[in-house]
Every structure is written in C-alpha cells, then in structure tokens.
C-alpha cells in the first residue's frame, strides 16, 4: 500500500464480526512516533509496548486499539486485535508510506478515530458518524 490519502477517500475497514455491513473501530488510535528497531516485528512490538509518543513510559496498547509508527524512512499502521499482546498473525500491520495526515497530525499521540480509520462521512444514515 502507497500514497494512503485521507483527503481522496482512502480508508481502512476493519471486520471483526465477518459482517462488512456493521462498522467497527479501534476504542483508541495512537502514534508511537519514529522507533529504533532491527526490523519491522520489533518495532511494532515496540509501539505496542508504548503507544503514545507525547507521554512516553509503557502506555501499552489495549485490546481493539490502533497505533502508527515509524521505522527508517516507513510509515506503518497496526490494529490489535482483541488481545493485548502483538500477534504477527492475528494484528494488522499495513505499510501507508505516503499517507498524508491532517495538518498538525503527525506530531500528536492519539488520533481522532474517524479521521484515519473510517468507512465513510456521516452521510445521515445513522451508520457513520460525523467527522470531528
């Protein structure tokens, strides 16, 4: 995946009940910031452990949480899964070099949800939430 782009529609669906008609999201989205890691599962093991970069010390990643990071010159997403710990098998980890933030975005440690993870706009059929 490249050139994620809010702004021209893209977005990330996520399907924890095998229903694409309900919307679910992560209960948090968070940037850990850039890490110095050895490879990629390191580093996501890494943003896992301390997901917010404005308050740094063990703000570990719950369950059904979200967490963006850096590694070198990559920008990646992961979503957890149900669990806390970081599974390689079971958690989304999506490369979104490219992805262009909302101004002022890429500094912060938590994210509006919607903004970055979601199906659509409110379109008014009480599905979509407004954006904030």
Do not use: H
């Not at 063990?58 to 590694?71: C, M, P, T």
């Amino acid at each position: 995946m490249t050139d994620f782009n809010y702004g021209e529609g893209d977005r990330f669906q996520l399907d924890f009940d095998n229903n694409l008609s309900t919307i679910q999201l992560p209960k948090g989205v968070f940037n850990a910031g850039k890490l110095k890691a050895r490879n990629l599962t390191e580093a996501t093991k890494l943003a896992y452990a301390d997901k917010d970069q404005k308050k740094r010390n063990a703000q570990a990643l719950k369950a059904n949480e979200a967490v963006f990071f850096r590694l070198g010159s990559r920008t990646y997403v992961s979503v957890n899964d149900n669990k806390s710990a970081f599974s390689p098998k079971l958690d989304l980890v999506a490369d979104v070099t490219g992805m262009q933030y909302k101004s002022g975005d890429p500094k912060k440690g938590a994210f509006v949800i919607w903004r970055l993870l979601c199906l659509s706009e409110d379109k008014g059929d009480g599905l979509s939430p407004s954006l904030a």
